[in-house]
Each structure stands twice: as C-alpha cells, then as structure tokens.
C-alpha cells in the first residue's frame, strides 16, 4: 500500500515572493506517476504538475516546479512570483503508472498568498 | 469538452434513505473513481473502476456501492446513508493509455445526511 504525508496543514506566503510545499510518500514500487493538484475556493479540483517516477528531470509549469528526490522519496512543490489567485488548498498525489484508477492522496495543504 | 459531470450537486437526504449520485464521462476513459473529502482528511478513494463490469474498493468502500454498466458512467449508491456519509464527493476519469494518468474531476456533491 503507498502511503502520501503533506506535514504543513496551512502555509502562507506574501505576494510575488516564493513558497515551498513539501510532500512525501512510501511506495515499493518502481512505476509511478507524483500530482500536483489545486482546489480553490470554489471546490473544483485542478491538475498543477505531474511527474514520472522514470524521469530524472524535476517538472515544470511556468510558475511552479517540483523537486523530486526518488531515493528519498520526496516531492515537493515551488511556487515562485506568488500570485492571489495561488490561494487554494493543493494535494499531492501518487497513482502507479499500471492502473490509472487507484491513487493515494495527501491531507492537504492550505495556502494563502497575502497582498 | 472534455468534462466529468456529477449530479446532484447538493444533496440533504435523511438517515436510511436511499441514493444515488451519477457521474458521467465524454473522454472515453477506461477508469473512474469515486473520492470523498472531509477536512483534514484529504481525499480518501471509495471505489474505482477499471472498466465496463470491473470494479475494486478503494480505502474507504463501506456503506457504499458502486456499478460500471456503460463506459461512461458510474454511478455511487448509498443504499442506508448515514450522518457520518455527511461529505464532499468527487467523481474522476483517468485513462493510462496516453502516459499521463491524469484524472479529471468533477465539479463535486455536497450531500448532507441528517
């Protein structure tokens, strides 16, 4: 079974400045795919960043990059140029790449970006 | 567009009354899920399927049933709601044929059950 911990239940962050989330996860396995995903106020959930356990290079989406350290299983998510609308709750995720159905999610951290 | 549509979108029922929430799916998805969120437990999985007629527990499968009889749609049947069901659902669609598994999440039901 895999296991997600996000151990900051709330951040928060003044605008344009840059903020870390940190998630990490337990796995046996080889073949993994690690999300990103943000859900703002209006409840909807949003596809942030994706990466393939595979792939050696960290992900990047614009604003938001991720640092992925397999051995320690470790994935985290930088926000650089904060921005209001970043206010959300964001999920990290993990789903093997074998069975797109079953995924693990974190608990969540809230972050607020501050005028 | 492509979309996951859930209904209702809210929902007060009372203990023991029968439900169902349907989700729907136009990507042509082999994969659906179906998650609830309460505070401070993120989302936990329900039930998922794999495709027509085949489907598995997630981490939290009790008081909850689920069918796959079109490609497209998989409903969540709560036979006897009960207060603790009182949550925020999602319904989700994913296919690993691209290389991407990402899934694709409906809008969400708040169901209230008193």
């Known amino acids: 079974a895999q296991t997600v911990t996000q151990s900051q239940p709330e951040m928060s962050v003044q605008e344009a400045e840059t903020v870390t989330l940190s998630c990490t996860y337990d796995?046996?396995?080889?073949?993994?795919?690690l999300f990103w995903y943000k859900q703002p106020p209006s409840r909807q959930m949003i596809l942030v960043i994706r990466q393939e356990a595979y792939k050696q290079q960290n992900a990047t989406e614009n604003r938001f990059s991720v640092n992925f350290q397999k051995a320690a299983k470790s994935f985290s998510l930088k926000i650089s140029d904060s921005q209001l609308g970043d206010t959300a709750m964001y999920f990290c995720a993990f789903m093997l790449t074998y069975n797109a159905g079953k995924s693990t999610f974190g608990d969540g951290t809230t972050l607020t970006v501050k005028p | 567009e492509a979309q996951v549509t859930q209904n209702p979108r809210y929902l007060i029922t009372v203990t023991g009354k029968k439900l169902t929430v349907t989700c729907s799916q136009n990507?042509?998805?082999?994969?659906m899920s179906w998650y609830r969120q309460d505070p401070g437990l993120g989302l936990r999985q329900i039930y998922y399927s794999m495709n027509v007629e085949v489907t598995d527990k997630g981490d939290v499968p009790e008081g909850y049933k689920v069918s796959r009889k079109e490609k497209r749609n998989f409903p969540l049947i709560l036979e006897s709601p009960s207060p603790n069901q009182t949550s925020l659902y999602f319904c989700a669609s994913s296919s690993d044929l691209a290389g991407t598994n990402e899934q694709y999440f409906g809008p969400g039901t708040r169901l209230t059950v008193t």
């Open positions: 990507m042509n998805h082999e994969y």
């Open positions: 796995t046996s396995e080889n073949n993994y795919y």
